[in-house]
């Protein structure tokens, strides 16, 4: 990245910015709405995710201008001795920096807030049409060690 980029707990002010990000790709355009105004719920999850310790929705900016999003949720397990996990959600960046490194910077910044958390473990899930993301979050080190479900609620 040219400019410094600097990483920050997101503000509400943030928050078209960052559905803008969600909704700027292949799935992201069918699954997310971003319209004016947003949508209610958008800011209830805000409001929800802000207010839990537990929760960081983290933001790259270049300047004022956001150019990244990622949420990382820290658990508590009571499996590998009561150890923590960090969960990587959600990470996008602005179409004008993909490919840049701003990604490996976001990845690199969650992985640092883990260990300071004294987590054992980071994870992350990527939706296997992502073909690109899954290589991508490879060569940073993570490994496909589980096979991953969910099920659809509505």
Known sequence: MEAEITFRIAEEKDLDSIVAMLADDKLGSIRERYEQPLPESYLKAFQAITSDPNNELVVACRGHEVIGVQQVTFTPYITHQGGWRATIEGVRTSSAVRGKGLGTELI????????????HLIQLTTDKQRGDALRFYERLGFNAT?????????
């Open 146 to 154: 589980h096979e991953g479900m969910k099920m659809k609620l509505k």
């Open 108 to 119: 690199r910044y969650a992985i640092k807030r883990a260990k300071e958390r004294g987590c």
